[in-house]
């Protein structure tokens, strides 16, 4: 009896023990397996990409030649092509014929070339002038011409603009200095040119505003101006003007030869940059995915 219980009582024990450690054998070479050949297929699956795509590192050079090259073509194209300010120069000189004649000064800088120093000694030397023979002479720097063909013009429009009747501009006199074409212009009423008398008008527009302003004595050119047609409104001699030297002026236009010229050799070097910049690393490209 004994041994019968004994053996039934350990034969549970036994059983449950042996079976469970022959399940457990026969999982866990089952779940390596298994992880191990998912692994291997992720390991494949990602080295058959990596294989499929093209590096981006292999690529980086021509990205940075190609958009190198195209900011050279940029820079050049703007060189070549500077951006007009035309419109900004068109602007500005009407500017100065709308917003009328100075209150509290003789100068309308618009070319801003006049320092203070000058715009001091030309408001003492012509308002003295104005209390004492009452003329009154206005000065106008603008930097560029758009709107009209030279000076003249320019000034005979500001001086009907400012002063549109005969009373108004009889005794007024105008003055224009443009800096970018070194040229200048004076007009006025028909009693202060009568004042200052032809010969003088002839010589400080031939002398002082254009052989100065070639040398950019801007400033310069203004002073001695006023002062030249002062003491000749006051009756004084005239003391004369600066010449030119041997040097001649020259033009600060280009001719129709040598604009063609430019622009054919900016068409060339435009067009070849492009073609370097697009053609060239795009047919590279297309090699290196061919020999895949």
Known sequence: METILSSRSLSPLVGPRSTCSQKTVQFRPSSLVFSKSITCSSIRKQGFESESRPSPG??????????????????????FCPVSSDNAGLASEFDVINDGPPQESYVVDDAGVLSRVTRSDLKRLLSDLESRKNFHINFVTVRKLTSKADAFEYADQVLEKWYP???????????VLVTSQ????????PAFVQAVG??????TVSENLPVLATEEKYNEAVYTTAKRLVAAIDGLPDTGGPKFLDNKRESNFKTREETEEKRGQFILVVGGLLVIAFVVPMAQYYAYVSKK
């Open 182 to 189: 070194k040229e200048g212009a004076i007009t006025g009423g």
């Open 165 to 175: 009747t005969l009373e108004d501009g009889n005794n007024k006199g105008i003055v």
């Open 58 to 79: 292999r690529n980086t050079w021509l990205l940075k030649a190609q958009r190198g090259l195209a900011a050279i073509a940029v820079a050049l194209a703007l060189n």
């Open 198 to 203: 032809d010969s003088i008008l002839d010589a």
